[in-house]
């Protein structure tokens, strides 16, 4: 197993994006562009695929530790981490609501004063 696949595999686990990793590589001061991490998880035969080093998994590991744990001066508890990372992923409540914000809006739109109007069809043998 290469460290691509390893990367690539904390990267699925974790729900990570390109711009969490980038985070996490920044709390150990390491700096990489999203480009140069899209590199890593190309496939193989692709023409920017890039392998990727030692030191790169290296380092996001010790960031991911940083970012799960915290550091000596600010512990963090790696579940509560976690767990709002998973509800900061989920998609907010609110998008019900302003469907039925919508409608009202358009329900009080409507001409009531108008009568409804009932449509015969025949059908033509």
Do not use: W
């Amino acid at each position: 197993m290469t460290n691509n696949d390893i990367f690539k595999k904390l990267r699925v686990a974790l729900k990570f994006r390109d711009d969490d990793i980038v985070e996490i590589l920044q709390l150990v001061d390491f700096k990489i562009s999203k480009s140069e991490l899209g590199a890593f998880f190309r496939k193989e035969d692709h023409p920017n695929y890039m392998e990727c080093g030692d030191q790169v998994l290296r380092n996001f590991l010790n960031g991911l530790v940083i970012h799960l744990r915290g550091t000596k001066d600010h512990p963090k508890i790696p579940g509560e981490v976690l767990l709002g990372m998973a509800t900061a992923t989920s998609r907010p409540a609110t998008k019900n609501t302003e469907k039925r914000d919508f409608k009202s809006k358009q329900m009080k739109k409507v001409d009531t004063a108008i009568s409804n109007v009932k449509y015969k069809n025949k059908k033509r043998s």
